[in-house]
C-alpha cells in the first residue's frame, strides 16, 4: 500500500465508516461467515499471525494492554486491536511502541477493504457492519506490519464478535457482569456463555471472571474443547500504595513474582487485571505453540519456564490506559465506567482517593448510552459518592439517553439517599464541562467524569482544548 494521500481522503474514509451503524438493532452484526468471506477475497490477511484473544465484561481493554506491553518488553514487534476509541478512530489498531496507524495507512485499509466489497456482494454477501470493517482494516495492517504477536480485544461479547475469526494461542477472558444485555442476555450465565464463545478447541484458556457461575460455565467449555485452563483468581496478590506508585507481588501454583509496580493514581482495580494478564503470558510460555523463539523464557521454571521479572517491571512501569480514573488536571478525573460492575470500582477507587477524609465531596459529570442499565448506575453512584453536585449532559449519537431524563433520574436517585444536592443539564458536553471545571477548580473539589468512555472521549478532547 504506497499511495499519496491527502487530509481529504483521511476524513472522507472516516467519515464513510462512522456513518455505518455501530448498533442499531442488533441486526447489522452479520456474522463470522460473512466476514471470512470477505478476508477470503482480501487473501486472508493475517491468517498466519500469532494471536491473543481478549473477552470480558471488565478490563479487557487494560488487560489486552497490558498483555502486549509485557510482549513488548520480551523483545517482540506487538500489535493491537481494540476498542472503542477515545479521540481518534486510529487508536483502534496499533504497533505498541510504534503508535497508532497513520492517516495515511488508514485510508489505504479503508481502501484496500472496499476494493473487494462490490465482488463480495455480487457472490451474494452482506455489507460489513462497522466493527467488522475495521477489524478487516487491522487484519490488512498487521498483514504488512507482520507483528510477532497480535493482541485482540473483543469489541461485544465474543461467540459473534468479528474477532472470533482467528484462531489464537491464548484465549483471555476477564471480568463478567451485566452489559449489553439487549445482545448478550440478561443473566451472568447468559453472557458468560457469550464471552466463552471465543474457546477454541486446544487452545488454553485464562480467566478472571469474578462470577462463580461464569468460572463454572468456562471450565466446563474448557474440559469439552480440550482446553488447559487456568483461573487467575488462584493467584494471590500483596500489594500496598507508595508515593513512587501501587507496588504488588503475585503468588501462585504456576508462578511467583517479586514486587512489580504500577504508575502512581493507578487504581487497585488494575492489580486484578495484572494476575490476569501475567497470567495469560504464562499460559503462553506453557503453551508449546506459543514458544516462539527462546527470548519467550528465561532460566529454568517450575515446569521448565521462568517469567522475564525484569520485562514484567518495565511493562507495569510503562502502563498507561487512558480513559480509566486518568487524571487531566489536578482536580478532574475520568474513568469510563459504563456498567454496574465498573462503577462499583469506580466508587471504591474514589473512596481510596480520600481515605482519610470519607466526608470529602465530589461533583460529577454524567452521561450514558440507552442500552446500559444507567437507573443502576445512578442508584449506586447517589449512595456511594459524596456528590455536591451533578452535572448531566449527553454522549453524541442516536444511542444518547436525553440529559434531562438522566437528571430526573439523578435527582430522584439522590432523594432516595437523602442527598438533596444541585443537578444540572446541558446537551453540550463543551458548556458543561466548563461550568463544570470552573466550579470544581473554585470550590476545591474533585470533579469526576463517568458513565460512558464515549464521553470520557469527548471530555479528554475538549478538556485539552480549554487548557
Not at 503453551?287 to 521448565?304: D, Q, V
Request: aromatic share 10%.
Amino acid at each position: 500500500m504506497i499511495y499519496r494521500r491527502n487530509k481529504e481522503d483521511y476524513a472522507e474514509r472516516v467519515d464513510a465508516l462512522l456513518a455505518i451503524p455501530k448498533f442499531a438493532d442488533g441486526r447489522n452484526k452479520s456474522g463470522n461467515d460473512n466476514l471470512k468471506a470477505v478476508l477470503k477475497l482480501l487473501g486472508e490477511p493475517g491468517k498466519d499471525l500469532r494471536y491473543i484473544h481478549v473477552a470480558g465484561t471488565n478490563g479487557k481493554g487494560s488487560v489486552t494492554r497490558m498483555i502486549a506491553g509485557i510482549l513488548k518488553e520480551y523483545g517482540y514487534k506487538v500489535g493491537v486491536f481494540t476498542s472503542p476509541h477515545l479521540v481518534k478512530i486510529n487508536e483502534r489498531i496499533e504497533i505498541l511502541g510504534a503508535g497508532a496507524i497513520s492517516d495515511e495507512d488508514f485510508a489505504d485499509c479503508y481502501d484496500a477493504v472496499m476494493a473487494v466489497m462490490d465482488e463480495h456482494e455480487r457472490n451474494g454477501g452482506i455489507k460489513l457492519s462497522f466493527f467488522e470493517y475495521l477489524f478487516a482494516m487491522a487484519m490488512v495492517y498487521f498483514e504488512e506490519k507482520k507483528p510477532d504477536y497480535v493482541v485482540l480485544e473483543t469489541g461485544l461479547g465474543g461467540r459473534l464478535d468479528a474477532t472470533n475469526v482467528v484462531t489464537p494461542l491464548v484465549s483471555v477472558i476477564t471480568s463478567i457482569g451485566l452489559d449489553h444485555m439487549r445482545y448478550l442476555g440478561d443473566t451472568v450465565e447468559k453472557i458468560a456463555a457469550e464471552k466463552a464463545g471465543i474457546i477454541k478447541p486446544g487452545v488454553p484458556v485464562v480467566f478472571n471472571t469474578g462470577e462463580p457461575a461464569a468460572d463454572i460455565l468456562i471450565e466446563s467449555k474448557a474440559s469439552e474443547y480440550g482446553c488447559e485452563y487456568y483461573n487467575a483468581a488462584f493467584v494471590s496478590k500483596q500489594f500496598d500504595r507508595t508515593d513512587e506508585g501501587l507496588r504488588f507481588s503475585l503468588r501462585g501454583r504456576w508462578f511467583t513474582t517479586g514486587r512489580l509496580k504500577l504508575p502512581v493514581h493507578t487504581p487497585l482495580y488494575q492489580t486484578e487485571n495484572a494476575v490476569t494478564a501475567v497470567t495469560a503470558v504464562w499460559a503462553l510460555l506453557e503453551s508449546a505453540a506459543g514458544l516462539y523463539t527462546p527470548r519467550m523464557f528465561k532460566g529454568p521454571g517450575a515446569m521448565g519456564r521462568q517469567l522475564d521479572e525484569d520485562a514484567l517491571k518495565r511493562a507495569f512501569e510503562g502502563f498507561d490506559m487512558p480513559g480509566r480514573m486518568q487524571w487531566l488536571k489536578r482536580y478532574v478525573v475520568c474513568d469510563g465506567a459504563h456498567n454496574p460492575d465498573a462503577v462499583k470500582r469506580l466508587i471504591s477507587s474514589i473512596k481510596e482517593i480520600y481515605a482519610g477524609r470519607p466526608d470529602e465531596k465530589i461533583r460529577l459529570m454524567f452521561a450514558v448510552s440507552s442500552d446500559k442499565d444507567y437507573g443502576t448506575m445512578i442508584g449506586m453512584m447517589a449512595e456511594g459518592l459524596k456528590l455536591s453536585k451533578v452535572y448531566v449532559t449527553e454522549i453524541p449519537g442516536e444511542r444518547a439517553v436525553p440529559c434531562d431524563y438522566l437528571a430526573a433520574e439523578f435527582t430522584l436517585a439522590l432523594s432516595k439517599a437523602f442527598n438533596r444536592c444541585p443537578v444540572v443539564y446541558g446537551s453540550d458536553i463543551k458548556e458543561e464541562l466548563i461550568l463544570a471545571e470552573n466550579e470544581a477548580r473554585d470550590a476545591g473539589e474533585l470533579l469526576v467524569v463517568a458513565g460512558s468512555l464515549y464521553l470520557v472521549g469527548e471530555v479528554i478532547k475538549k478538556s485539552g482544548e480549554l487548557i
